[in-house]
């Protein structure tokens, strides 16, 4: 399979079933909010480091997780009934990216991957409400976790998250998955399969599969605007029981 160069002032991009067998589309281009929106509109995200140029990828298969599937064990329920974190949502979105940036995942693409690049367009994103961040914060008013992503239609498409501290994630991961619940969310990208994820519910399908859940579910209404929510993990605890 070819790898498309695409170009700055043209934002199109090859269909995503056009990917090498490592999921490669294409490289080059920018991370304009037209582009970055095209590109997960159609199964296709960035993922690069430093001393790349932008690389396009549409993995096969691909990670998701429907979100009435989440997986949550006896443990981590103990963990959220003890009330320990506070839980906010798009309250620090660039705090969240930094540190999942410097989070380093040897087991992805290239490791640590969030360049400087990254961080201000998806921060754009943000801005324009379709980007955002889960913070979770200890008693002492500290960030240990959190998570952020991209919402268009009924779709949620996760790019990182990282801890500080043992559980943190896990317990933003699923006071979203609840919150997107309450909203009637279908579909969450979690892009390639990690551990992590498996053990909350999520699953591999094939990209044909889901690049069909996803024009199903991007035919709804964009929520376009900042997520003001805060949660004791406690109320996360009590919504399960």
Not at 18 to 31: F, T
Not at 85 to 93: A, H, K, L, S
């Amino acid at each position: 399979m070819p790898i498309f160069a695409l170009e700055e002032d043209n934002i199109a991009f090859p269909p995503p079933e056009m990917a090498d067998p490592d999921g490669v589309l294409a490289v080059g281009g920018d991370l304009s909010p037209r582009r970055l929106i095209l590109a997960y509109s159609m199964g296709i995200f960035p993922w690069y480091s430093d001393d790349e140029p932008i690389v396009w990828w549409s993995p096969d298969p691909r990670s998701v997780m429907f979100p009435k599937d989440l997986k949550i064990s006896k443990s981590m329920k103990q963990v959220l009934k003890k009330g320990t974190f506070t839980i906010t949502f798009d309250q620090d979105f660039k705090s969240v990216i930094a540190a999942c940036g410097k989070t380093y995942r040897p087991n992805q693409f290239g490791g640590t991957w969030i360049t400087s690049e990254m961080l201000q367009a998806y921060c754009q994103l943000h801005e324009l409400g379709l980007a955002h961040s889960v913070e979770v914060w200890n008693d002492q008013q500290e960030l240990v976790g959190g998570l952020y992503g991209i919402a268009l239609g009924k779709c949620f498409f996760g790019e990182s998250m990282f801890t500080r501290v043992s559980n943190a994630s896990k317990t933003g991961y699923i006071a979203l998955v609840q919150q997107l619940i309450e909203w009637d969310y279908q579909l969450i990208d979690c892009q390639v399969h990690n551990n992590h994820l498996e053990s909350l519910g999520s699953q591999e399908i094939p990209r044909k599969t889901f690049l069909s859940l996803l024009e199903k579910h991007l035919q709804h209404e964009t929520l376009q605007s900042k997520w003001t929510f805060t949660r004791n993990s406690r109320a996360v605890y009590l919504n399960l029981v």
